[in-house]
């Protein structure tokens, strides 16, 4: 049972224009979100996150969007550029239930920014 | 200092060998974690000590055994292992439970 889905295996995008990633979850213990950026045999970077009690947080060109009534948030990369290409992982913490104390990742979006 | 280190980078070991990952923080974080990685999957959760005590087994074989020995340190102990177990490992670490996780550059295992 797949918790935190992100259903785009992949996204494409132009350098300079805005990369959107989504992820959709269904876990309602889910108190706080993150997202990850990953390249090819090395650990997740962290790079933005988000308290529930939050709808948008910002950090330079990032910005997090949460939706909790829909159980939706996604990951804006404004202007996206070349670096920007990897994998990028939505990840949830549990506040309680069988979900405590274990942050669950969803599959992963290749986001690919050309020149 | 905000690193994870993790070592050896790259492991070969036999189904018979008995080999020890290894992994180090002195960001004075008291949770830390094993993740395995399977390639174009992600992270999947293996062990939680949070205060250097096992707080999550995620129903892990025991050919896999977990070590803390204090708060920096954090071992994976691997014993009799299937190919399958080839993936890379990653450790990471966190002020506590419920806070953002940091984590190493992983192990790269390969069982023959």
């Known amino acids: 049972d797949q918790q935190v889905k992100q259903n785009s295996p992949s996204l494409s995008v132009q350098e300079g224009r805005i990369s959107i990633l989504n992820c959709d979850y269904t876990?309602?213990?889910?108190?706080?979100f993150l997202w990850y950026k990953k390249y090819p045999a090395e650990g997740p970077t962290f790079l933005i996150s988000?308290?529930?009690?939050?709808d948008k947080n910002e950090d330079g060109r990032f910005t997090v969007f949460l939706n909790k009534s829909a159980k939706h948030l996604s990951l804006h990369i404004v202007p996206s550029q070349p670096g920007d290409s990897a994998v990028y992982f939505c990840?949830?913490?549990?506040?309680?239930?069988?979900?405590?104390?274990?942050?669950?990742f969803g599959q992963g979006t290749i986001l690919t920014v050309h020149p | 200092d905000t690193e994870v280190t993790q070592t050896p980078k790259h492991l070969v070991m036999g189904m018979t060998n008995k080999k020890s990952l290894k992994c180090e923080q002195h960001?004075?974080?008291?949770?830390m974690y094993w993740y395995k990685q399977k390639a174009k999957k992600p992270p999947e959760l293996m062990f939680v000590y949070s205060y250097e005590k096992l707080s999550i087994n995620e129903s892990v074989p025991s050919r896999f055994s977990p070590e803390c020995p204090n708060s920096s340190l954090l071992n994976l102990h691997l014993h009799a292992l299937q190919p399958e177990d080839s993936a890379l490992y990653l450790c990471?670490?966190?002020?506590?439970?419920?806070?953002?996780?940091?984590f190493g550059s992983g192990t790269q295992l390969s069982v023959l």
């Open positions: 988000i308290s529930s009690i939050k």
């Open positions: 990840a949830a913490w549990g506040a309680g239930g069988t979900s405590y104390g274990k942050l669950t």
């Open positions: 990471a670490s966190s002020q506590a439970l419920g806070e953002k996780l940091f």
């Open positions: 876990n309602s213990m889910f108190d706080y």
């Open positions: 960001m004075g974080h008291r949770a």
